[in-house]
């Protein structure tokens, strides 16, 4: 069975910092890009970051450009996505995915929801004053 598991949620202030990880399992995790994507209530789920399946490539959305890192550990079947400096317009349900095929490239761009197909049940940040 696929799938993928985030974790490393939580509840901080503006300024501080949240590592999340994305786990994969039922599938050979090291064929696949990886994107991170994130909803908030009431708006659309938004593409924030990918990375290739041998880490090569790395795209951003400017929203978080210069604020977020992806990365991979192949070894350990899992992306991380490290968030510095977090806003409160950071507040959002936050989901990893693989693409839709194996080999598949990241980017150019920013991910696109409907080129990926297998998605975390997500997990929840929160940036409070």
């Known amino acids: 069975q696929v799938q993928l598991v985030e974790s490393g949620g939580g509840l901080v202030q503006p300024g501080e910092s949240l590592r999340l990880s994305c786990s994969g399992s039922?599938?050979?995790?090291?064929?696949?890009?990886v994107g991170w994507f994130r909803q908030a209530p009431g708006k659309e789920r938004e593409g924030l970051s990918c990375?290739?399946?041998?880490?090569?490539?790395?795209y951003y959305a400017d929203s978080v450009k210069g604020r977020f890192t992806i990365s991979r550990d192949n070894a350990r079947n899992t992306v991380f996505l490290q968030m510095n400096n977090l806003q409160p317009e950071d507040t959002a349900v936050y989901y990893c995915?693989?693409?839709?095929?194996?080999?598949?490239?990241?980017?150019?761009?920013?991910?696109?929801?409907?080129?990926?197909?297998?998605w975390g049940q997500g997990a929840q940040v929160t940036v409070f004053t």
């Open positions: 995915a693989i693409r839709d095929h194996e080999y598949a490239i990241c980017g150019p761009g920013t991910p696109v929801t409907d080129r990926y197909a297998t």
């Open positions: 039922g599938f050979i995790f090291n064929n696949y890009a």
């Open positions: 990375i290739s399946s041998n880490s090569g490539r790395t």
